[in-house]
């Protein structure tokens, strides 16, 4: 699996490439500053004041709804323009193409981060890089990053997905015992062609009874918010919350040569596609569903029993009445 230092450094690249897309504006001074202390945290991951300035950015970052979009937009466009349709060595001409425009036209301020930038260059360290829109300074575990609930969700006894947002930030999601959901991560991903990603739900809510059951990778070249079907196979009900660490994701390399990224209709999803959620709509059948019903009629049997029998009781009274009057 890809250690922590070396996801670092792969985003940083990432972010040293987005430096070219974003405009000429206060969320260029965000980005420079953002580049500027991860630069540090990759050279000195011990350093904990590195680290606190790290999440500073992230939190002033993760405020400016607008430079998420244009973090996004700048993702999308450097995926299509340097990656897709591309073998290894077009790849690596793209990047070094977008490397030397960022320091031809002195993009970068920072002495340390071009001095990186070099470095990478003339000892051929450089790897493809990893994107993420918005990513969170806890959530970088020692092997895996944890991925947060994003705000678009489904479940069974909704018609159609809805946005936790429309609660407010501490939007929540329950999903019943035997129910089923669709959810997407909060994080927009890239994982480069090199790379595979693995996925899963995290301990805390496996305890509880949540089971992925969509797939448990995410392919090489793939963008976009991943989405993942799951299943509540607990006795309780799981509550989940907009912008909690429900998933996990973890990368690690491909030994063969990098297969070349193809468009996909999967690719930059950012809401629930609604075709995804047809068969799955209207009232799950579950352990506890079957165990109301049960009780149901258990309390509705004895009172349709005595009905019938006062019916035929009556019924018998009227005969032996009759006949006895006859």
């Known amino acids: 699996m890809l250690p922590q230092k070396q996801l670092m450094q792969r985003i940083l690249t990432g972010e040293i490439l987005l430096i070219s897309e974003i ?9 420079q500053e ?46 299509k323009k340097v990656f ?3 073998n290894k060595k077009d790849i690596m001409r793209g990047i070094n193409s977008i ?20 470095d990478l260059e003339k000892n051929k360290k450089l790897d493809f890089p990893i994107f993420i829109d918005d990513y969170a300074y806890d959530c970088f575990k020692g092997a895996n990053y944890d991925l947060r609930l994003g705000e678009n969700v489904f479940v069974t006894t909704e018609k159609t997905p809805r946005k936790l947002t429309y609660l407010g930030l501490n939007g929540t999601l329950s999903i019943e015992p035997g129910e ?3 959810l997407m991560t909060h994080e927009y991903v890239f994982v480069p062609p090199d790379l595979i990603g693995f996925i899963s739900i995290r301990l805390t809510f496996k305890q509880k009874g949540l089971v992925n059951i969509s797939g448990f990778h995410v392919d090489p070249g793939f963008y976009g918010r991943l989405m993942f079907a799951v299943f509540n196979a607990g006795p309780n009900d799981v509550v989940l919350r907009y912008k909690e660490p429900v998933f996990m994701i973890m990368f690690d390399r491909l030994e063969e040569e990098p297969p070349v ?6 690719h930059d999803m950012t809401d629930i596609p609604v075709e995804t959620i047809f068969g799955l709509r209207g009232t799950s059948i579950s352990v506890r569903n079957l165990d109301e ?7 509705v049997f004895p009172v349709i029993v005595t009905g019938i029998a006062s019916v035929v009781v009556g019924i018998i009274v009227w005969l032996f009445t009759k006949a006895w009057s006859g």
């Not at 019903?293 to 309390?299: G, N, Q, T």
């Open 99 to 118: 490397l030397k425009e960022i320091l031809g036209k002195n993009l970068i301020s920072n002495g340390e981060v071009i001095e990186y930038v070099r």
């Open 261 to 266: 990224v193809k468009e996909s209709k999967w």
């Open 34 to 79: 953002l580049v500027k202390n991860l630069c540090h945290f990759v050279k000195n991951p011990t350093n904990s004041e590195f680290r606190l300035k790290l999440q500073d950015i992230l939190e002033k970052l993760s405020v400016s709804q607008g430079f998420l979009k244009e973090r996004r937009d700048a993702i999308k466009k450097i995926v």
């Open 180 to 182: 089923f959901g669709i």
């Open 84 to 86: 897709l349709e591309k």
């Open 23 to 31: 405009r000429e504006n206060e969320n260029k001074k965000l980005q």
């Open 293 to 299: 019903r049960v009780k149901r009629l258990e309390m």
